[in-house]
């Protein structure tokens, strides 16, 4: 005789909460265990169609999704019984599409009331999502699709965390998005394309911010802080590797304007991109305590160094440097000559170096006896930051690392080298 079903047993509410974890697929099934479990299903709070592992019957991965799909998650949707919480849809979709999808939005609006989380990934560059004002959204995210603001949009009130990454989206919509929500915590932008080729002029006034991750590609003309209080952490990041004067200038007035954030993050191309001749000689960081920077480049030029040393010469409380410099080698030119000396020459007035940085994580290389024979990075630290206690190196396996290397470099300091795969050499 078999024992007790003690899943049964479990509270409908436990039971609903595992089926929302399911692949949709496989929560439908569970309505053949019994009749109690006919509409489990439909209670389910977290619906995610199209992403890998949980498909709605064919989704169409390869091309436009076809418009019986979409019938099939409108029905879904319309079967569903509790409070919404979080959707998620990735798709292919096609201009002829927009209605179909359009009616979908307007189904969740109708659910709206509890709906937190809503995740857009439309892959097309011809449909256009009008989008609601969905009052009880915490979180949203949109990607890879076209925007429109619609009339009367009255914004989202609740909305806490902001992702816009490969959207396409009118200066005066994307403005008007950014601030008629100000409860933002979090914003993301990545990758926008403009509309109309006229390129977006972003400017934040957020009071709540404190994450801020943005890209600065062709279509970004300007981005300034305007208010932002409360920000601690804000990445920076180039998408055009170009050194020109026009992202310089994107650039620096982000900087310039981010001056509370602690935690500040920046890609090589957004320091290559900045002239010494534009950085104003008496700015300074002073909340700031992280410094995150990417200098993956194979020489690192002049305009790179001293827009390098220009930060840390304005970062007096600065505690933990990560770097990578992966392919960080100095070339054997003149350039390369006059790089390694300026790298080894002691800078005074880099207080943030002499008195507070204890700190330099992830200064990667591709060979430790490569970074051995040129370690001209390394011994900057070495020679301008009297308080550092710990230098950590990641170096990949294989690479012929010998005992008497490492001896020496802890000698000079306390080091921690560490391969990429994760085994760690003390």
Known sequence: MAGPDRFSLLPPEVIVSILSRLPLKDAVRTSVLARSWHHLWTFRSRLSLGWPGDPLGNTGNSGPVASSWIERVHHVVSSLRGPLLHFALCEHFSYDQSALLQRLLDLLLQKEGCLDTLHLSIISDSLVIHLPSFHSLKRLALSECRIVLPTGFQGFQRLSTLSLQSVQISNDDLNFLIHTSNNLTGFQGI????????????????????????????SVEKVEV?????????????????????????????????????????????????????LPSNFTFPQVRLLKLSMKIRAMDKRMYDAFIW??????????????????SIDANRNGILMRKLLLKKHDGLSCLDQTLECVRRLDTENLNHFMTGMTPGKFFLLNARVLKLMKVAYRTGSGVEPRMIEELQKAKLFLLESIIGVELM
Not at 196 to 210: A, I, Q
Not at 233 to 255: C, H, M, P, R
Not at 320 to 328: A, R, V
């Open 191 to 218: 990758n926008f394309v403009a509309s109309e080729d006229h390129p977006l002029s972003v400017k934040l006034s957020l009071p709540l911010l404190r994450y801020l991750e943005f890209g600065i590609n062709n």
């Open 226 to 278: 305007i208010s932002a209080p409360c920000l601690e952490q804000a990445s920076i990041l180039n998408y055009t590797y170009s050194d020109s004067e026009k992202f310089a200038s994107v650039t620096l007035g982000f900087l310039t304007t981010a001056v509370m954030v602690s935690s500040l993050e920046l890609s090589f191309n957004v320091l290559k991109s900045l002239s010494l001749a534009a």
């Open 311 to 328: 930060l840390l010469w304005g970062m007096p409380f600065l505690k933990t440097l990560n770097i990578q410099l992966g392919d960080h």
